[in-house]
């Protein structure tokens, strides 16, 4: 076991490979592999939505999760129904599909008789032994490992009344927490184990992680949970994941949002690339080695946050583009800049580029203007008004896909 943490000094936590059979991918987590990013299914899901096109279209939607940079798909199984939909839909697509489960020792046996590739129990509440033997016999059996999900919201009774009694921190319960659970995997020599604390705190979950670090070996999925809506939620998780992650902690994240789980995903590329940057900063505490665990490949969007000046819908293009951008495998910087004060100066830095310039578009291609719409050109009804270029895009946005295809 490796210890926390300072100055490079990074913990290596042991590997645990998830999925690797039938045709799931297999993504290792830990080590001094990549830090993968996660996210959760956000609706129930039945039967009706696999068949035919419904089911094309949940697939279609888990692969573009898998192209954004997501490595692993949580799904809520409440029930032993939930398991088959989720079985026959692990059936369908090739991202590591795990399943959350709580208390229920017969849902986590059925969904193992599926190619789901991990799941997430915690032994101490799935009432008994010998419950917990078969699961854990029968995960080993398969290579499926498990993840403790301690939750911040659902301690145990004791440390919970410890915590009320200010005989505890909710850190230090959180920890204790997750140490209960290591040991029962222990006392059975189950080894394939993750490990999460979430708490909606951010020093809570910050000061947690940080303990527990030094404490086991395992995998550590870090996050603050119930972070609140896309704004409050990315700033909060921001804060504390930039803390664990720039000290050599985390080896999976989930950015838990109260919006799309595209948003969450994206939201996890852009810590991990801000911590990155951090670490590779000579004056901060981190290592190239550790910093290149961070790094991602794909596009990176700059783009101006609009004011009164602007010719061009910077919002409106960035987020039609987002997805498409983020779902590229192309190590690129994209500007979108809504006029020439610095649109056309930022663009000329960018691989590509788009701005708005006086009643005109121009798109850059590495410093050279490319493409120039007028607005007459952009949309005709609004010949005239430099405001509206840009409202109606097709134009603008056909010569920038046809651009981005060259790239
Ligand atoms: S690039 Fe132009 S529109 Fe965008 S914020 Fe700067 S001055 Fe305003």
């Given at each position: 076991m490796s210890g926390v943490i300072g100055a490079a000094d990074v913990r290596i936590a042991k590997t645990v490979t998830i999925g690797g059979f039938d045709h799931v991918e297999a993504v290792t987590i830990g080590g001094g592999f990549p830090v993968v990013i996660q996210t959760m299914w956000k609706e129930r899901l039945s039967f009706s939505d696999l068949a035919d096109s419904a089911g094309e279209a949940v697939a279609a939607r888990i692969n573009r999760l898998k192209a954004m940079g997501c490595g692993l798909l949580r799904f809520a199984v409440p029930d032993l129904q939930s398991a088959e939909v989720l079985g026959q839909l692990a059936g369908m697509v090739s991202m590591p599909l795990v399943a959350d489960i709580h208390f229920d020792y017969n849902i986590a046996l059925r969904c193992?008789?599926?190619?789901?590739?991990k799941i997430r129990i915690n032994p101490g509440n799935i009432g008994g032994r010998d419950k917990v033997r078969q699961v854990l016999e029968k995960a080993a059996k398969k290579g499926i490992p498990l993840r403790i999900g301690v939750n911040a919201g659902s301690l145990p009774l004791d440390l919970r009344e410890a915590v009320d009694k200010g005989d505890l921190d909710n850190a230090e319960a959180l920890v204790q927490a997750a140490q209960r659970e290591l040991a029962i995997f222990k006392e059975f020599d189950f080894n394939a184990v993750l490990v999460s604390m979430k708490a909606s705190g951010i020093a809570d979950t910050v000061r947690a992680n940080r303990m527990l670090a030094g404490r086991t070996d395992a995998p550590l999925h870090i996050g603050v949970t119930e972070a609140g809506p896309l704004v409050a939620g990315v700033a909060r998780n921001t804060a504390a994941l930039l803390h664990l992650l720039t000290g050599g902690i985390g080896d999976t994240l989930r950015v838990s949002l109260s919006d799309t789980m595209e948003n969450e995903v994206i939201a996890g590329r852009e810590i991990l690339g801000a911590a990155a940057e951090l670490m590779t900063?000579?004056?901060?505490?981190?290592?190239e080695a550790s910093a290149k665990r961070l790094r991602r490949n794909g596009v990176t969007i700059v783009s101006c946050p609009r004011c009164g000046r602007h010719g061009f819908d910077t919002h409106g293009f960035t987020a039609r583009w987002m997805p498409v951008l983020y779902g590229l495998d192309k190590n690129i910087t994209v500007a979108v800049m809504g006029c020439a004060v610095n649109g056309p100066g930022e663009s000329r830095h960018a691989d590509l580029g788009i701005t708005g310039a006086g009643n005109k578009v121009l798109i850059f291609r590495r410093g050279k203007v490319i493409r120039t719409i007028d607005a007459a050109e952009e949309d005709l009804s609004a010949a005239?008004?430099?405001?509206?270029?840009?409202?109606?895009s097709a134009v603008a946005d056909m010569a920038f896909a046809e651009e981005l295809e060259k790239m």
């Amino acid at each position: 076991m490796s210890g926390v943490i300072g100055a490079a000094d990074v913990r290596i936590a042991k590997t645990v490979t998830i999925g690797g059979f039938d045709h799931v991918e297999a993504v290792t987590i830990g080590g001094g592999f990549p830090v993968v990013i996660q996210t959760m299914w956000k609706e129930r899901l039945s039967f009706s939505d696999l068949a035919d096109s419904a089911g094309e279209a949940v697939a279609a939607r888990i692969n573009r999760l898998k192209a954004m940079g997501c490595g692993l798909l949580r799904f809520a199984v409440p029930d032993l129904q939930s398991a088959e939909v989720l079985g026959q839909l692990a059936g369908m697509v090739s991202m590591p599909l795990v399943a959350d489960i709580h208390f229920d020792y017969n849902i986590a046996l059925r969904c193992m008789d599926f190619p789901i590739a991990k799941i997430r129990i915690n032994p101490g509440n799935i009432g008994g032994r010998d419950k917990v033997r078969q699961v854990l016999e029968k995960a080993a059996k398969k290579g499926i490992p498990l993840r403790i999900g301690v939750n911040a919201g659902s301690l145990p009774l004791d440390l919970r009344e410890a915590v009320d009694k200010g005989d505890l921190d909710n850190a230090e319960a959180l920890v204790q927490a997750a140490q209960r659970e290591l040991a029962i995997f222990k006392e059975f020599d189950f080894n394939a184990v993750l490990v999460s604390m979430k708490a909606s705190g951010i020093a809570d979950t910050v000061r947690a992680n940080r303990m527990l670090a030094g404490r086991t070996d395992a995998p550590l999925h870090i996050g603050v949970t119930e972070a609140g809506p896309l704004v409050a939620g990315v700033a909060r998780n921001t804060a504390a994941l930039l803390h664990l992650l720039t000290g050599g902690i985390g080896d999976t994240l989930r950015v838990s949002l109260s919006d799309t789980m595209e948003n969450e995903v994206i939201a996890g590329r852009e810590i991990l690339g801000a911590a990155a940057e951090l670490m590779t900063a000579a004056e901060l505490t981190g290592t190239e080695a550790s910093a290149k665990r961070l790094r991602r490949n794909g596009v990176t969007i700059v783009s101006c946050p609009r004011c009164g000046r602007h010719g061009f819908d910077t919002h409106g293009f960035t987020a039609r583009w987002m997805p498409v951008l983020y779902g590229l495998d192309k190590n690129i910087t994209v500007a979108v800049m809504g006029c020439a004060v610095n649109g056309p100066g930022e663009s000329r830095h960018a691989d590509l580029g788009i701005t708005g310039a006086g009643n005109k578009v121009l798109i850059f291609r590495r410093g050279k203007v490319i493409r120039t719409i007028d607005a007459a050109e952009e949309d005709l009804s609004a010949a005239g008004d430099v405001s509206a270029v840009g409202d109606v895009s097709a134009v603008a946005d056909m010569a920038f896909a046809e651009e981005l295809e060259k790239m």
